[in-house]
């Protein structure tokens, strides 16, 4: 049974980007009344007065990013894991912005890859032009928050030794499906589910770099725009999907990311 929009979105406000009778738009949605953008809220853009049934509009990434900075290592239990020493500055790498699919697009295998694995992450996304900024200063460019899969194909992520290629194929960062900024991202629970069994659950309160500090570390080596996603690491669990499975990414607070494998 497909479950309703409204079943998939947890934060009581937050802004989502969606299709609906053959038009793309932005909308604020608070409780299940979604009020439709008169233009963009990564470029001024302010809810107007028209409003669309939440259930019958199709949840699209909720931004479409330049770039998606990711960082690597960043859980304390996921190092042990992957039985590594604890980095002393976060490791960055980029996922491309044609990796980025909505809520129900399929991640698509690549047939040169024999294990491709789900990563559940927190993402952040900015709200304005960041740079050379301070942790303390960082809050005030984020625009919210929102689920990311950084969807890696292990075995050539091994080979390659660098992240490029195992993370950077087409449909390997599903992102979704609403932003908001009422939870502390320092302290909320992270899931990975497949087939809605249980397979990475974690606390952000393990991570190494907590979300201020990424941002302010990004900024310092490049602009973020508005509209930009930071995905600030995996926990523990990491695991292979096979085609068939359904992989869920869960963030307490806002939401739940389905996406069919292929």
């Given at each position: 049974?497909?479950q309703?929009?409204?079943?998939l979105?947890?934060?009581?406000?937050?802004?989502?980007?969606f299709s609906y009778?053959?038009?793309?738009?932005y909308?604020?949605?608070s409780?299940?009344?979604?009020?439709v953008?008169q233009?963009s809220?990564?470029a001024g853009?302010?809810?107007?007065?028209?409003?669309?049934?939440?259930?019958k509009?199709?949840l699209?990434?909720?931004?479409?990013?330049?770039?998606?900075?990711?960082?690597?290592?960043?859980?304390?239990?996921?190092a042990?894991?992957?039985?590594k020493?604890?980095?002393l500055?976060?490791m960055?790498?980029l996922?491309?912005?044609?990796s980025?699919?909505g809520p129900?697009q399929a991640?698509?295998?690549p047939?040169?890859?024999?294990r491709?694995?789900h990563?559940?992450?927190?993402?952040?996304v900015?709200?304005r032009?960041?740079?050379?900024?301070?942790?303390?200063?960082a809050?005030d460019?984020?625009?919210g928050y929102?689920?990311?899969n950084?969807?890696t194909?292990?075995?050539l992520?091994a080979?390659d030794?660098?992240y490029?290629r195992a993370?950077g194929?087409?449909t390997?960062?599903?992102?979704g499906?609403?932003?908001t900024?009422?939870i502390?991202?320092?302290q909320?629970?992270?899931?990975?589910l497949?087939?809605?069994?249980?397979?990475?659950?974690?606390n952000t309160s393990?991570?190494?770099?907590?979300?201020?500090q990424?941002?302010?570390?990004?900024s310092q080596v490049?602009t973020?725009?508005?509209g930009?996603?930071i995905?600030t690491?995996?926990?523990?669990?990491?695991s292979?999907l096979a085609?068939g499975?359904?992989v869920s990414?869960?963030?307490?607070?806002?939401?739940?990311l389905?996406?069919?494998?292929?």
């Open positions: 049974m497909t309703k929009n409204s079943d979105i947890f934060c009581r406000q937050g802004i989502v980007r009778q053959g038009r793309v738009h909308g604020l949605l409780g299940q009344r979604l009020r953008y233009g809220p990564f853009g302010q809810p107007g007065k028209a409003f669309a049934p939440l259930n509009v199709r699209l990434a909720p931004c479409r990013p330049s770039k998606v900075v990711a960082v690597g290592l960043n859980y304390k239990a996921h042990k894991e992957v039985d020493p604890l980095p500055e976060p960055l790498f996922k491309p912005s044609t980025v699919i129900g991640i698509l295998r047939t040169i890859s024999r491709v694995d990563e559940s992450e927190l993402a952040v900015l709200g032009k960041c740079r050379l900024v301070s942790p303390d200063q809050a460019y984020i625009l929102t689920c990311l950084d969807v194909a292990r075995d992520q080979r030794v660098q490029s993370k194929f087409d390997f960062c599903p992102l499906p609403a932003i900024n009422e502390d991202p320092r909320v629970r992270v899931r990975a497949v087939n809605n069994k249980v397979r990475q659950e974690a393990d991570m190494i770099f907590d979300v201020y990424l941002v302010a570390f990004v490049m973020l725009n508005p930009d996603v995905a690491g995996t926990p523990s669990g990491i292979p085609a499975d359904t990414i869960e963030v307490e607070g806002i939401g739940r389905d996406n069919p494998v292929q």
